[in-house]
């Protein structure tokens, strides 16, 4: 098992991150996403190395793709995540995985590759619409 901290995002102490960080997302219905880069409403996560932050990152990933961390909300008209049960359910989400690690990396590889493709595809709608546009204001072009 590893060792990492979680605490609140502070931008005062931003380039303080020596050691591999990511960020959570603690406020709205997206609170659990994980980001690269801080946001005024954010958890950061450091850990001692970059596999130890690879499997947290893709841990939080995946359980705020399954919505795991509604249960955790708090507040009626802007829903929050506490800083001490968002710490509490990583660790029991962390331990369990760490305890299959074998089948979380199956999972984890799976979870990245339908992620590319869906990168893909986005990329490819965009260059369609771009077409679609491209045609229709060749057809309007005044000569």
């Not at 958890?43 to 001692?48: A, D, E, G, S």
Request: charged letters at 20%.
């Amino acid at each position: 098992m590893f060792t990492f901290s979680i605490q609140c995002f502070n931008p005062i102490n931003q380039n303080g991150f020596a050691q591999p960080h990511f960020f959570i997302l603690n406020k709205g219905l997206n609170s659990g996403k994980p980001l690269e880069y801080p946001c005024p409403n954010c958890f950061v996560i450091t850990t001692k190395n970059d596999e130890e932050k690879e499997f947290l990152y893709w841990l939080c990933w995946g359980l705020w793709q399954s919505k795991k961390f509604h249960h955790l909300h708090t507040g009626s008209v802007i829903p929050f995540v506490r800083l001490f049960e968002f710490k509490a359910f990583i660790k029991e989400q962390a331990a369990t995985a760490f305890a299959e690690k074998k089948q979380y990396n199956k999972n984890v590889k799976a979870l990245q590759q339908l992620e590319q493709l869906e990168k893909n595809y986005k990329q490819n709608l965009l260059l369609i619409m771009d077409a679609k546009r491209a045609i229709f204001q060749r057809a309007t072009a005044r000569r």
